[in-house]
């Protein structure tokens, strides 16, 4: 039986600069294996079409209004959990930094990069890994080292399973639940089970978190 192609990567896009909006959409209209679906101008907007749209990337600044700034991130994650979220951002400073990749974000990069940056990062993050900008990497490796020198939960790790120590593996890798489920040859449902066990266990409750920890803990790394 023929293997069924796979379909476009579903990008919605969010800026509240008009002449941004049309970079990115003359960007991917020439790249074959995404779709822009959406393009929003603030964060309302941004939350209500990525609700109705459901896309695979989320591809927006965090500076728009009504200027909840990184607030959005959480609301994102709780309206559409799969979707994966690449910050494209003028601000660079070590909290906002951080708070994006506590709150989920799959990606951070700033507005001065060349466009071959923002497509690698794009086809990077489609493809279930992240991509930081220098800075930004610079920040979080200061994060982990600071981390380090922090007790970790040990108690809690030790309470994994080992399957559920495989489904964090998967989750610090990039896998959403499906893929898991495809590679241990369990049910949807039990991977969500082993998810929030695992969140619980732990006491975190974002995959930036879980990705922190499993870092922490040598079993996965940042590419």
Avoid: W
Avoid at 37 to 43: I, Y
Avoid at 102 to 130: I, T
């Amino acid at each position: 039986m023929k293997k069924e192609a796979r379909g476009k990567t579903r990008v919605l896009i969010a800026d509240a600069q008009p002449i941004v909006l049309e970079g990115y959409k003359a960007l991917l209209s020439q790249q074959p294996e995404m779709e822009l679906v959406g393009e929003a101008r603030n964060e309302d907007d941004l939350l209500r079409m990525a609700e109705r749209l459901c896309p695979e990337i989320i591809l927006m600044d965090i500076s728009m209004p009504p200027t909840r700034g990184m607030e959005v991130l959480p609301e994102l994650r709780k309206k559409v959990p799969a979707a994966k979220i690449l910050v494209f951002t003028m601000q660079s400073s070590r909290e906002q930094i951080t708070e994006c990749v506590r709150s989920g974000a799959r990606g951070y990069l700033l507005k001065e990069s060349p466009v071959s940056e923002l497509l690698n990062a794009l086809r990077l993050v489609q493809s279930g890994e992240v991509y930081f900008s220098p800075a930004a990497s610079r920040v979080l490796l200061d994060e982990i080292a600071l981390g380090r020198k922090q007790k970790l939960p040990e108690e809690g790790f030790n309470s994994l399973s080992q399957r559920e120590r495989e489904v964090l593996g998967l989750i610090a890798d990039g896998f959403n639940n499906k893929e898991i489920a495809s590679r241990l040859g369990l049910g949807v449902r039990t991977v969500e089970t082993h998810r929030e066990r695992i969140m619980r266990k732990l006491n975190v409750h974002t995959v930036a978190g879980l990705t922190k920890l499993a870092i922490l803990k040598g079993m996965a790394k940042l590419e």
